[in-house]
């Protein structure tokens, strides 16, 4: 028997498809709140895991554990996700930092010593500074055992394209460490340096500990560069971190403002470059065996350019000395092209321009040789 839909059935079968849609709409909310709810239990758990994981001292991994508990409250009770996300990126740090990774030393002075003659043409006197330097460190361990630098840090002075920098890097590869750089050349806050409280918002550790996390061990070799060029306006407050980080007596126990954990810094060992040492506090230079860089002669210019300079850019360039060569007579005025330079930059950068000239020869057809001399040196500089 048919069913007659009267008015008040019509609204009966209205209310129930508003009643079914209501219904269906809260079981997606509920699924979804239970996926998000099971999300956040996965991402906790990750992060449990992840720090049970890490070998950070004890007491840290105890702290970390109660920032991770207190997120997992947090969001049960409705709490923000921002919480959870300061905690990752914090386990995250403190997980990834080599708090017991460490590279052996190569104290061998001979191979030091070969290093040093492969990467450096003359420069003798500061060959031998760095060899006494290292010899202090080689006793060190053999006759006290001791793994904590008690040397004062190096630190080259002198000007533009003297080598302090590429003389940093070879210390560095002579002691078989890893090498990092932090350029200090227009610094403008101490945060910069000492890192901002995981509480900020854009929050993350300051230059040293990045340093640290990205060679992956904790005794490296970190070049703080160029310390005359720190703003004036912040440079009494970043030359106060200096003092810590540069006395082994302070630096075992170096704060990061992030990580909020002493983090031993005693066996890295620092070497600072710099112009000029005018407006470097006497604090700093205290802590530092101040090493003056020698300006090169023509002659040793020309021997570098040859030696190093010329080889390692045609390589880059994938040039060989079949495709380029420089006439030994040319030297001079290459060298010394606008009057007198202390370094080498000048005379790299007119090599760099003479090596893409050729390239572009080469590539439209206007040969495959091609010897640069007195009468064809206008159409390569």
């Not at 043409?121 to 080689?138: C, F, H, P, Q, T």
């Not at 001791?146 to 590869?173: C, D, H, Y």
């Amino acid at each position: 028997m048919p069913i007659t839909l009267t008015k008040s059935n019509k609204f009966g079968v209205e209310v129930l498809k508003i009643y079914l849609i209501l219904a269906s709409y809260s079981l997606i909310l509920h699924t979804n709140s239970m996926d998000q709810n099971q999300g956040q239990i996965d991402e906790i758990q990750k992060l449990l895991t992840k720090l049970n994981n890490g070998s950070m001292p004890a007491d840290l991994k105890e702290k970390a554990s109660q920032q991770i508990e207190r997120a997992r409250l947090s969001l049960k009770y409705g709490g923000s996700l921002s919480q959870i996300d300061v905690t990752s990126k914090y386990i995250d740090w403190i997980s990834s930092l080599p708090w017991d990774k460490k590279t052996e030393d190569n104290l061998d002075l001979n191979k030091v010593k070969i290093i040093l003659d492969q990467n450096h043409y003359g420069m003798e006197n500061i060959k031998k500074r760095v060899l006494e330097y290292l010899s202090v460190l080689a006793i060190q361990k053999k006759n006290l055992g001791t793994e904590a630098i008690r040397a004062p840090s190096l630190m080259f002075v002198g000007l533009v394209g003297t080598g302090k920098t590429t003389f940093a890097k070879s210390v560095a590869e002579a002691l078989g460490r890893k090498f990092a750089r932090i350029p200090f050349g227009g610094l403008s806050s101490v945060l910069d340096l000492r890192g901002q409280s995981k509480t900020s918002a854009e929050a993350e550790p300051g230059a040293v500990l990045r340093a640290i996390r990205r060679v992956g061990t904790r005794n490296p070799v970190i070049l703080l560069d160029e310390l005359d060029r720190v703003d004036p306006q912040s440079r009494s407050a970043i030359m106060g971190v200096l003092v810590e980080l540069l006395d082994p007596e302070q630096n075992a126990q170096y704060v990061d403002y992030f990580i909020d954990y002493p983090f031993d810094l005693s066996q890295v060992l620092f070497i600072s470059t710099a112009n000029n040492s005018n407006s470097i506090p006497i604090a700093v230079l205290d802590r530092l065996e101040v090493v003056q860089m020698p300006s090169y002669t023509d002659d040793e210019k020309i021997m570098i350019a040859k030696k190093h300079i010329l080889p390692k850019l045609m390589k880059l360039a994938g040039l060989t000395s079949e495709n380029l060569r420089i006439d030994d007579a040319l030297w001079e005025k290459i060298t010394r092209p606008m009057g007198y330079d202390a370094g080498v930059r000048s005379l790299e950068r007119s090599i760099e321009t003479i090596i893409r000239k050729a390239a572009y020869k080469i590539m439209t057809g206007q040969g495959n040789s091609f010897l640069v001399n007195d009468q064809n040196l206008r159409d390569f500089i």
